[in-house]
């Protein structure tokens, strides 16, 4: 019988500092706590400032890109300081460090991008030349796909600094997850944009958890609260974003989404510009996904031709 945590011996689960990760290490928290009928204290939340969370003056790009929001967190996993990692799967590298493995996924949230303005409801009512700011190049060079008049400025900080920009007159307009809108129960104005107008980023809307692969007792906890469902979209999407990650460093977005046994998988890659965008989509059986990921992926490579990637 796996051995339960205790008040006195808490099960440690890690996360980001900001409230939408602890929101998301809360519900991780909620979900063990009812699976195995445990109380609240069983459980202790620490919070890990990452690389990310700490430099806000330089785009995530300049940066390095891959496992901004992940590394400390994973040294601490590694280390034995906490037992759980708790991620947003947008933010994961599709490797995990030796001795870490990613295979508990919790409910998929909306998967939809939100557009936040003070007055416009939409990117249709910018006026021109207007100001959007946004730190994801996914959305910058879908933006400028569509409207290459405006002006896309780098917007990073939490929530509340965004909005604050706003007010400000620093931007007319930025972009958020509706899955962390939601998550913290906010209403800011947002307006969804639908993924025909808008591919969201590969596992968007999605909370994974990580822990050690040699770690029987958390993999036994964790298999009570995964969700297949969410299993069922990781796979095509994450194999999409493998199969494109060692290429290129480009926007990437992708969307599975399943009806019964039936999988269909969108899938774009643009130049950070905007100024092309080669997208594609595979339809097949659940049990197809990583394939289905993979054959998209090199359909998108092969149509792009060797100098997309090419700086402009």
Do not use: Y
């Not at 092309?276 to 990583?290: C, L």
């Amino acid at each position: 019988m796996t051995q339960m945590p205790t008040p006195d011996r808490p099960l440690n689960i890690g996360t980001r500092g900001s409230l939408l990760a602890l929101a998301q290490a809360h519900e991780t928290r909620d979900r063990l706590a009812a699976a195995h009928n445990l109380s609240q204290d069983c459980f202790a939340i620490v919070p890990i400032k990452t690389t990310g969370d700490r430099v806000q003056d330089r785009a995530l790009r300049e940066l390095g890109g891959k496992g901004l929001f992940t590394k400390e967190i994973e040294e601490a996993l590694l280390a034995g300081t906490i037992d759980i990692a708790v991620h947003s799967m947008k933010d994961m590298p599709v490797l995990q460090p030796a001795g870490l493995v990613l295979d508990t996924w919790l409910p998929r949230e909306d998967v939809r991008d939100a557009f936040v303005a003070l007055g416009p409801r939409g990117i249709a009512d910018l006026p021109q030349a207007a100001v959007v700011g946004t730190s994801s190049l996914r959305r910058r060079a879908q933006l400028l796909a569509r409207r290459p008049d405006l002006q896309v400025v780098e917007f990073r900080g939490n929530l509340q600094t965004r909005m604050r920009k706003l007010e400000e007159g620093v931007a007319s307009a930025t972009f958020l997850a509706m899955a962390g809108l939601n998550r913290l129960e906010m209403q800011v104005g947002q307006t969804p944009i639908s993924p025909d107008e808008m591919l969201p980023a590969v596992a968007q809307g999605a909370i994974g958890i990580e822990r050690r692969t040699d770690d029987a007792r958390i993999a036994g906890m964790l298999a009570a609260i995964h969700d297949g469902a969410t299993e069922q979209q990781m796979i095509p999407e994450r194999a999409f974003l493998a199969t494109l990650d060692g290429s290129c460093e480009t926007p990437i977005a992708a969307l599975a989404d399943i009806d019964g046994s039936h999988l269909r998988l969108r899938g774009e890659i643009l130049r950070p510009d905007g100024s092309e965008v080669i997208s594609g989509e595979r339809e097949g059986h659940v049990d197809q996904g990583a394939d289905l990921g993979v054959d998209l992926a090199r359909e998108l490579l092969a149509k792009a031709g060797p100098h997309f990637f090419d700086e402009r």
